[in-house]
């Protein structure tokens, strides 16, 4: 790819980090894109997005943001930045402006995820505390990465970060995809986000969707070829 290609910037969602985007970086990377994974902080919309807005900020050239999962709506709330020229959702939540991701949730039946979070408190500062979520270990080869092998997913079980809790009821406060084009990827066998909603907000947004049977949650993982293969036409199409 010529330096003219926008960058492609990876940003992960909850209870995973920027290593999940391993496999896709490798594909991106061999057609000589540039690629960034974020290190996404998961304390909260408006935090997140704010931090995720002054990493593209640092970038010279346009930018073609990617969002998985909770990583749907920070590129949401981000991507109204002057240099994002595309949007790619990878089974993600697409919120609109003043919608928080429970009430986008709520169109749609709750996936397992919502009976399988465990949660507790932790310090913010000040002596307040606030509350945040992870997956139940147990839970977590089912609702997070079905087509993911056993030995990967117990390293991912182990490892996840978690999400404060505030993220599912604060409301994004710009909907990037009305006036960014936009590509999404529907994983169908999701149990993490209803695929339902993953579909949705696809339309809403008026974005080109691929959908793929039997698709985990952990899309990026299990099917990297694939989720490259949509950022590479959102990279094509953009520059």
């Given at each position: 790819m010529s330096p003219a290609h926008p960058t492609v910037v990876l940003v992960h969602g909850a209870f995973a980090d920027a290593s999940g985007w391993l496999g896709v970086i490798d594909e991106l990377q061999r057609d000589g894109i540039a690629v960034l994974a974020v290190a996404n902080p998961l304390r909260g919309l408006a935090c997140d997005a704010a931090y995720l807005a002054s990493v593209v900020s640092r970038i010279d050239g346009p930018v073609v943001l990617v969002g998985h999962s909770y990583g749907g709506a920070l590129i949401t709330v981000a991507g109204t930045a002057d240099n994002v020229v595309g949007l790619v959702y990878i089974a993600a939540y697409a919120p609109e402006e003043g919608e928080s991701l429970s009430e986008l949730q709520d169109r749609y039946p709750a996936p397992p995820l919502a009976d399988s979070l465990k949660q507790w408190t932790y310090p913010t500062g000040g002596g307040k505390t606030a509350t945040e979520v992870s997956i139940a270990p147990e839970a977590f080869?089912?609702?997070?990465?079905?087509?993911?092998?056993?030995?990967?997913?117990?390293?991912?079980?182990?490892?996840?970060?978690?999400?404060?809790?505030s993220a599912f009821t604060e409301a994004a406060t710009a909907a990037a995809w009305r006036t960014k084009p936009c590509w999404a990827?529907?994983?169908?066998?999701?149990?993490?986000?209803?695929?339902?909603?993953?579909?949705?907000?696809?339309?809403?947004?008026?974005a080109t969707t691929i959908e793929l049977e039997g698709a985990s949650h952990a899309v990026a993982i299990s099917r990297p070829s694939a989720v490259a293969d949509l950022i590479r036409d959102a990279v094509c199409a953009t520059s």
């Amino acid at each position: 790819m010529s330096p003219a290609h926008p960058t492609v910037v990876l940003v992960h969602g909850a209870f995973a980090d920027a290593s999940g985007w391993l496999g896709v970086i490798d594909e991106l990377q061999r057609d000589g894109i540039a690629v960034l994974a974020v290190a996404n902080p998961l304390r909260g919309l408006a935090c997140d997005a704010a931090y995720l807005a002054s990493v593209v900020s640092r970038i010279d050239g346009p930018v073609v943001l990617v969002g998985h999962s909770y990583g749907g709506a920070l590129i949401t709330v981000a991507g109204t930045a002057d240099n994002v020229v595309g949007l790619v959702y990878i089974a993600a939540y697409a919120p609109e402006e003043g919608e928080s991701l429970s009430e986008l949730q709520d169109r749609y039946p709750a996936p397992p995820l919502a009976d399988s979070l465990k949660q507790w408190t932790y310090p913010t500062g000040g002596g307040k505390t606030a509350t945040e979520v992870s997956i139940a270990p147990e839970a977590f080869p089912a609702v997070f990465a079905a087509d993911v092998s056993p030995s990967v997913v117990r390293v991912l079980a182990a490892s996840q970060r978690p999400l404060a809790a505030s993220a599912f009821t604060e409301a994004a406060t710009a909907a990037a995809w009305r006036t960014k084009p936009c590509w999404a990827l529907v994983a169908d066998a999701d149990r993490a986000i209803n695929p339902d909603v993953e579909r949705f907000g696809a339309r809403r947004a008026g974005a080109t969707t691929i959908e793929l049977e039997g698709a985990s949650h952990a899309v990026a993982i299990s099917r990297p070829s694939a989720v490259a293969d949509l950022i590479r036409d959102a990279v094509c199409a953009t520059s």
